[in-house]
């Protein structure tokens, strides 16, 4: 590989000299938590399939800085609810998601996880937005892989924009508040 078809990623705006490289706190850590996202899989039917198409060697996921997955709430931020929820999961689904540390973000994949899908029932929660909130839905029954990957984009550029200080802020107290989260 020639060094002319490397592509370099361009560096945040900033002041760039001979040296040095100096920019804002947001877009340093914006950049740093977008590119190392750590996915939690919540995977309940055929959407956890496509997911582990994913992950495979075809798709690869890691190479958006996603490729630790972690099977413990207080090591990942990234939660990808993948499949239909029954009304008796859902306290689960809202603990584990409690158990994350902050900054966490939750992204619905799939037809199921973001409305109910085909199942209209008494036994299915019809989204998981009633539970937790959900930064980025993921439309498909099954979604491909590549939509996968591209709700995982979305979510990193919401990541990269996010302010440091917006966990804090009362809007994102008020949105928790409204899912009996403290």
């Given at each position: 590989?020639?060094n ?6 361009e560096?945040?705006e ?18 740093a938590?977008?590119?190392s996202?750590w996915?939690?899989p ?6 956890g399939?496509?997911?582990?198409a ?16 972690s099977?413990?709430?207080r090591?990942?931020d990234?939660?990808?609810v993948?499949g239909?929820?029954?009304k008796?999961?859902a306290?689960?689904?809202r603990?584990v998601?409690?158990?994350m540390?902050?900054p966490?973000w939750v ?7 973001s409305s109910?899908g ?11 937005d009633?539970v937790i909130?959900?930064?980025v839905?993921?439309?498909g ?5 590549e939509?996968?990957?591209d709700?995982?984009?979305k979510?990193?550029e919401?990541?990269r924009?996010e302010?440091v ?9 008020e ?8």
């Open positions: 590989m020639s002319s078809s490397i592509k370099m990623v560096p945040p900033g002041v760039v000299g001979e040296g040095f490289f100096a920019t804002k706190l947001n877009d340093v850590v914006g950049m938590r977008a590119n996202l996915p939690l919540f995977a309940t039917s055929c959407c399939i496509e997911f582990m994913t992950m495979a060697s075809h798709y690869d996921l890691a190479r958006f800085g996603s490729e630790r997955v099977f413990s709430p090591q990942a990234m939660l990808m993948m239909t929820i029954s008796k999961m306290p689960i689904l603990q998601y409690e158990q540390s902050e966490r992204i619905a994949v799939g037809a199921c996880a109910g085909i199942f209209d029932t008494y036994s299915v929660l019809q989204g998981i009633k909130p959900v930064d839905y993921v439309p029954c099954p979604p491909r892989p939509q996968i990957v709700g995982v984009m979510l990193q919401l990541v924009s302010s200080r917006r966990r804090s802020s009362p809007e994102y107290q949105l928790l508040a409204s899912y009996n989260i403290k």
